[in-house]
């Protein structure tokens, strides 16, 4: 059974930093394609970033320059730091996982596994 457990949100001012972190489970880590999205309140769920097997990254570009995603295959973790977060940061964030698909670049929520989400609200 394959489960993803995020934490690290929390409640912080805009220009702080955070890191969040997702451990797998019932997975190898090293053999997926991770990543994060959120949701904020009336939203829909939007693709933040993700890493594929060969360490690939991609970034939607409201956070590029600003977070970096990266995965620790020894510990099955995944990470992303959030640096000068914006008050339109404010979510939901869910890790996903999937064997690696060809449209894994594009952030579109079509992974097969989900965690249940941590929060994050960055106030002005």
């Known amino acids: 059974q394959v489960q993803l457990v995020e934490s690290g949100g929390d409640s912080v001012q805009a220009g702080g930093s955070l890191r969040l972190s997702c451990v797998a489970s019932g997975i190898t880590a090293s053999n997926y394609c991770m990543a994060w999205f959120r949701q904020a309140p009336g939203k829909e769920r939007e693709g933040v970033a993700a890493?594929?097997?060969?360490?690939?990254?991609v970034y939607a570009d409201s956070v590029k320059g600003r977070f970096f995603i990266s995965k620790d295959n020894v510990t099955n973790t995944l990470y992303l730091e959030m640096n000068n977060l914006k008050p339109e940061d404010t979510g939901l964030y869910y890790c996903?996982?999937?064997?690696?698909?060809?449209?894994?670049?594009?952030?579109?929520?079509?992974?097969?596994?989900w965690g249940q989400g941590t929060q994050v609200t960055v106030s002005s």
């Open positions: 996903a996982a999937d064997t690696p698909f060809p449209s894994w670049w594009l952030l579109i929520a079509a992974f097969a596994y």
């Open positions: 890493i594929n097997v060969d360490d690939r990254t």
